[in-house]
């Protein structure tokens, strides 16, 4: 019975120890506003993802699309303004977000298949594997 009772005392002390953890980065106005610009940047990633999947534009223009409108400022035609060949800036923001997004999954995954495969190995042959 004390056994259970220990469970359950630790597993409520990981989880306040969570909380404060996440309470305490909260609390940091610029950890705060970094959540809320990746949160955004992997939103219009995914919803990029998406537009392209159901052929409706998320930008009315296409990233690669040029116009005479060469380095142009901010404006009600082009957000971002354009570049110094007339390309649309947000249309180039939003594809290089999915292209950096879908690098960074792709990049995390072969790591934790890697670590995993390293890690079995290591555990299988009691560690040897971890002297070179």
Known sequence: MTTSLTDKQAKQERIRKQRT??????????????????GFVCLIALLSYLTEFLQIPLTPYDYAQTSDAILQPPSSQHWMGTDELGRDMLARVVFGSRLSISIGMVTALMGFAIGTIYGAIAGYCGGRSMEF
């Not at 953890?21 to 990746?38: F, G, K, Q």
């Open 21 to 38: 953890a996440w309470n305490r980065l909260l609390r940091i106005p610029t950890a705060h506003a970094s959540l809320w610009v990746i």
